[in-house]
C-alpha cells in the first residue's frame, strides 16, 4: 500500500513556484529519496508533508491522512528532521533528558518512555552519552540524538531533510548505516532529501529527481540503472596525452560521446561489439597505451546531470 501519496502538490511563494504540481506515490517500506540541487524545492515538499506549510493547491496523504484535513494525526505518524536538525534538540539539557522532555511533547505513555529512550539510544550508539549535554555531543551525535527524537513517538513514516549534509564522512556513514538499520528493524517508510547523489545511491530503493519544483524523473534504484546501462559507455584508462586520445576518439563517427578524466576518457559507442575493436586500435596506432577498456559501471550521476540543467547545481 502507498503511504505516501501526492497528487498536484503546489507551493507558491509569491510569484516563485517552490512545488509545482507534484505527484509522487510512496509504497510503504520504502527508503525513498528526493534528490535534487539547491533551491530545487525538497524542503518545502518536507514542510507541507510535516504540516508546517500549507499547499497553495493540490494535496498529500500521509498514511491515509490528509495533510490539510488532518493535520494533527499527519504530524503524529510522521517524525521530521527538519534542515538544519540538529539544532532541533536543546544544548543544555543532557541527551537523556531532551528525549524525556519530547516524549511528553509527543505524548508518548509515561510508563513506557524510559524504555523506549533506552532502546533508541543503544540503536543509535549514544547510550553511553546519554548524560551528555546536548550542546556538547559532536554535530553527528547531535544529529542522532535528533533521529532520536524525530523517531520516539514511532512514527511510520519518517522526513529527513537532508539527514547527513552536516557531517564529515565518518558521521554521515554511520547515519546512512542507521538509517538502513532503523529500516530493516522497524520497516517505516522515509522520505529523504538529499543534493548528494552517492548517499541516496547508497541507501534509497526508490529515486526522485526534482529541479525547479518539478520531479524529472521516479524510479526503483534498479530501473533507474537499467536506464543507464543501455548508454554504453566505456571506459579507457591509459597512460600519456588524454587531449591526444580524446581527440581520436572524438573522430571515430561511431563515438557518440567522449569526456575526459584524469586518468581516463569515457566513450559512448554505437555497437560496442563491432566498434571497439576499431577504437582500440586507432588509439594503439597512435601510441598511446591502454591501461583499462571496460563497461562503464552504472552510476546515478550520469542521469542527474542529464536531467538537472548544468549550471544549477
Ligand atoms: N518561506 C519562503 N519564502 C519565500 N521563498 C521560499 C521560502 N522557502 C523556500 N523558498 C524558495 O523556494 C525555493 C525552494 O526552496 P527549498 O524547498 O528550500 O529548496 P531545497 O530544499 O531543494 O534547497 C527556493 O527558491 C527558495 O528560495
Ligand atoms: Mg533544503
Excluded at 528526493?34 to 518545502?44: F, R
Excluded at 524525556?100 to 553511553?128: A, C, H, N, Q
Aim: net charge negative; charged share 25%.
Amino acid at each position: 500500500m502507498d503511504e505516501v501519496v501526492i497528487s498536484g502538490l503546489t507551493k507558491n511563494f509569491g510569484d516563485l513556484v517552490a512545488v509545482d504540481h507534484m505527484e509522487l506515490n510512496i509504497p510503504g517500506g520504502t527508503i525513498f529519496g528526493l534528490l535534487g540541487p539547491n533551491g530545487a524545492g525538497k524542503s518545502t515538499t518536507t514542510r507541507l508533508l510535516s504540516t508546517l506549510l500549507r499547499p497553495t493547491d493540490g494535496t498529500a496523504v500521509v498514511c491515509e491522512f490528509d495533510i490539510i484535513e488532518d493535520p494533527v494525526r499527519v504530524r503524529e505518524i510522521t517524525g521530521v528532521l527538519p534542515e538544519e536538525g540538529n539544532h532541533t534538540v536543546y544544548p543544555s539539557l543532557t541527551a537523556y533528558e531532551n528525549l524525556v522532555y519530547f516524549g511528553k511533547l509527543y505524548s508518548v505513555p509515561e510508563e513506557e518512555l524510559p524504555e523506549r529512550i533506552e532502546e533508541l539510544l543503544t540503536f543509535m550508539g549514544l547510550w553511553d552519552r546519554k548524560d551528555d549535554k546536548a550542546g556538547e555531543l559532536s554535530t553527528g551525535n547531535r544529529q542522532r540524538l535528533a533521529l532520536c527524537r524525530a523517531m520516539l513517538h514511532r512514527p511510520r513514516v519518517l522526513l529527513l531533510d537532508e539527514p547527513t549534509s552536516a557531517l564529515d564522512p565518518i558521521a554521515a556513514k554511520r547515519v546512512r548505516d542507521l538509517i538502513l538499520n532503523l529500516s530493516r528493524q522497524y520497516g517505516q517508510t522515509f522520505f529523504i532529501n538529499s543534493h548528494n547523489l552517492p548517499e541516496v545511491q547508497r541507501v534509497c530503493n526508490r529515486i526522485a529527481i526534482i529541479d525547479e519544483g518539478k520531479i524529472l524523473l521516479e524510479g526503483n534504484t534498479q530501473e533507474l540503472r537499467e536506464k543507464l546501462l543501455a548508454k554504453q559507455e566505456f571506459r579507457i584508462r591509459i597512460v600519456g596525452d588524454i587531449e591526444k586520445a580524446s581527440s581520436i576518439a572524438k573522430s571515430m563517427d561511431f563515438v557518440q560521446e567522449v569526456k575526459e578524466e584524469v586518468d581516463s576518457i569515457i566513450v559512448t559507442i554505437e555497437d560496442p561489439t563491432t566498434n571497439n575493436s576499431a577504437l582500440m586500435q586507432s588509439l594503439l596506432f597512435a601510441g598511446i597505451k591502454i591501461v583499462e577498456f571496460a563497461e562503464e559501471e552504472a552510476t546515478l550521476e550520469d542521469l542527474y546531470l542529464d536531467v538537472v540543467k548544468e549550471g544549477d547545481v
